[in-house]
């Protein structure tokens, strides 16, 4: 029986579930919420454009992104693609660091946001 | 021994899933999704290109102005920089432009080269990303610089939204002066950001709807050829004026094609109807395009050519209707409160923009192409005569309050950032260029 459950948490984690949600399921829901908040605050995309994209990016352990944050899945047409993927990007650094609990560092080491204009 | 094997499997099984586990553990990632933004203008930093002169604040001064307006970005004061430019060929350091949040920053330099011609450099940096994002210089005559600053500020506008700029046209327009009773009205024209203005017609005749050729440095309006209204052509650059034909009645509100070979007018005729024709403005070939017994006018092609946007009566009150550029297939396409009128087609083919005149207000609005998706952009007391800037984002119009001068404002698509157009008197029909050669 507690196989049974170990298992079926390790596909659910091995494949993901819903987009917003952790897929550790390690932070709490107040700890995403401050998360997305400290991005979301920074996150001016061009008027110009609608459209999705998503960045991926590490953090250390003092929440500073490490490196250049990486865009992909684009969603939009033309010129504007590189207007929104430089305007996602600007947002994740901007608005570094992030505050997040130190003790589950292992949880937020990689952080993936998904971008969409209104 | 049996029991031994199910141990052993039971045993491998957990080892696997806590080594899973271990590995999901040091490679999780979260996943959020953003999608509320905060669309607010882009903050940037626009240093004084450097120059002999004072001629480098000035070209940046312009070049920050025209980015304001535009409503998608907001130029730091020049008092929070940290870091003097001195020298716009080596990087900047964007640490320093960083803590003042300026997202995009622009370094320059203005030269005279030996033939007397001013050359003017710029570089556009992405101070988030630390590199550059773009880089150009431009030649012109010294009195043209003002010319020079619009071109780079639409370079930057370009590459920072992805759509065309709009800061190196001008605006025609009716310049008022004097009493109701005996108004002088006359075209002048001047640079989208009410610069430069003079005039191109000396106030003795009346002059109306004012036009721009989509290609050519060529004006057409009405005005008055003794007591009779008529329509003329008129050369910028040599004051050249010409009739355009000679018709037996009055003609109004002209326009031209998108190619600039021919101009759609309104022709009034004796009993009292109103219908478009064309004029082949080189071989003066003239064709009808309406049979009416109401009044149609205000016509406006598609940026294509191939459909013409007009007002009729036709149905009891002034109304929109889209028909082939020969005239055929007349279709409705206004259907709301009140009337419509001065419908223009915009130069991304994809709106149509109009006044609308209804519970005594008069509105700026604008609506697709087949008549759905109605907004409205700005309402008064009187809004009317909406024009499109070349790049189809901004709009300019005249409004007069009540007991008021007629002033030109202009708006964005979206209905944000409506700003008054300078001029040195009262002021009504604007007309927007195409951007210039």
């Known amino acids: 029986m507690r196989m049974s459950s170990l298992h079926v948490f390790v596909v659910t984690a091995l494949f993901g579930g819903a987009a917003g949600v952790s897929y550790g399921a390690e932070l709490t829901q107040a700890e995403m919420s401050k998360l997305i908040g400290g991005v979301q605050k920074c996150w001016n995309p061009p008027a110009t454009s609608t459209g999705k994209v998503m960045v991926s990016f590490k953090l250390d352990r003092s929440g500073h992104v490490i490196g250049t944050p990486q865009t992909s899945g684009v969603q939009v047409s033309g010129e504007k693609a590189d207007l929104l993927a430089a305007a996602a990007r600007r947002a994740v650094l901007r608005c570094q660091p992030y505050e997040l609990p130190a003790e589950k560092y292992e949880v937020w080491s990689e952080v993936n946001v998904n971008f969409a204009t209104e | ?437």
Do not use: C
């Not at chain 2, 899973?20 to 990632?29: K, P, W």
């Not at chain 2, 005039?199 to 008055?224: A, C, H, I, W």
């Not at chain 2, 609005?365 to 024009?387: A, C, Q, W, Y």
């Open chain 2, 1 to 437: 021994m049996k029991l031994k094997l199910r141990t052993l499997i039971t045993a491998l099984f957990v080892a696997l899933s806590s080594l899973a586990f271990a590995t999901l553990t040091t490679r999780a990632e979260v996943v959020v999704d953003v999608t509320k933004g905060n669309v607010e203008p882009l903050p940037i930093a626009i240093t004084d290109f450097l120059a002999g002169g004072d001629l480098g604040a000035k070209i940046s001064g312009v070049v920050a102005a025209d980015l304001k307006r535009s409503g998608l970005f907001a130029p730091i004061d020049q008092g929070a920089f940290i870091e003097k430019i001195s020298n716009p060929d080596v990087s900047p350091r964007f640490e320093d432009w960083k803590v003042i949040n300026a997202q995009a920053l622009v370094t320059g330099r203005v030269t005279q080269e030996g033939d007397g011609r001013l050359r003017a450099e710029y570089r556009l940096w992405d101070t988030f990303a630390g590199s550059q994002l773009d880089g150009q210089q431009f030649y012109a005559n010294p009195d043209n610089w003002r010319r020079i600053a619009h071109i780079i500020a639409d370079a930057i506008y370009e590459r920072l939204t992805g759509e065309k700029g709009y800061f190196d046209t001008r605006i025609v327009f009716v310049s008022e002066s004097g009493p109701k009773d005996k108004r002088i009205k006359k075209l002048a024209i001047m640079d989208q950001d009410g610069a430069g203005v003079r005039t191109l017609t000396n106030g003795k005749d009346l002059v109306l709807t004012p036009r721009f050729s989509p290609n050519k440095q060529e004006v057409t309006y009405m005005s008055f050829d003794g007591d009779k209204p008529a329509i003329y052509l008129l050369q910028l650059e040599t004051g050249q004026r010409e009739k355009v034909g000679d018709f037996p009645g009055i003609t109004i509100a002209p326009r031209f094609s998108p190619d600039g070979q021919k101009v759609v007018m309104s022709l009034l005729q004796d009993d009292g109807s109103a219908n478009l024709y064309t004029m082949d403005l080189r071989s003066r070939a003239v064709t009808r395009l309406t049979q009416s017994a109401a009044i149609d006018t205000g016509a406006s092609y598609s940026p294509d050519g191939a459909q013409i946007v007009f007002e009729s009566d036709r149905g009891g009150k002034q109304q929109l209707y889209v028909m082939s550029a020969g005239g055929s297939e007349p279709n409705r396409i206004s259907f709301g409160d009140g009337s419509y009128s001065t419908p223009v087609w915009s130069p991304r083919g994809d709106l149509i923009a109009f006044t609308k005149q209804s519970g005594g207000q008069f509105s700026i609005g604008v609506m697709k192409t087949d008549g759905s998706g109605e907004r409205i952009l700005t309402t008064g007391f009187h809004n009317e005569g909406p024009t499109w800037a070349p790049n189809g984002r901004v709009l300019a119009f005249f409004s007069q309050p009540a007991g008021a001068e007629p002033k030109l404002y202009s708006i964005d698509l979206t209905g944000y950032n409506s700003q008054p157009i300078p001029t040195p008197q009262a002021a009504s029909d604007p007309a927007w260029s195409p951007i210039l050669e």
